[in-house]
């Protein structure tokens, strides 16, 4: 039995590169549509833009920081608005406690 995504309504964290970019094309190409959550703004903007460009889902970039409880959880709400729900979360993002913050 074939599972289909299409439709599907995805939150992904740290979708600005790396497997959760990789993650949010392909579902958007399967037909899902993914908002994904990351710090790195011209990265997350330009997978979102490429993802729903090709379609035939779409991808919404909002900035948000994993490590500020409040941020994220404003994002998330965010993101189940403009998706009008959810379906499935890949928490993609890591925190790296000491270290310095790569864009």
């Avoid at 299409?6 to 979708?15: L, N, Q």
């Avoid at 900035?63 to 500020?68: E, F, T």
């Avoid at 009008?84 to 310095?100: F, P, T, W």
């Amino acid at each position: 039995m074939a599972v289909s995504i299409s439709g599907k309504r995805v939150i992904i964290t740290g979708g600005a590169r790396g497997i959760a970019a990789t993650t949010a094309k392909v579902l958007a190409r399967e037909g899902a549509n993914v908002v994904t959550l990351d710090i790195n703004d011209d990265a997350g903007l330009a997978v979102a833009n490429e993802a729903t460009i090709a379609g035939p889902g779409w991808v919404r970039y909002f900035h948000a920081d994993v490590s500020n409880r409040a941020e994220i959880f404003d994002a998330i709400d965010q993101g189940v608005d403009i998706l009008g729900g959810l379906d499935a979360i890949c928490c993609v993002a890591g925190v790296e406690r000491g270290g310095q913050q790569r864009p």
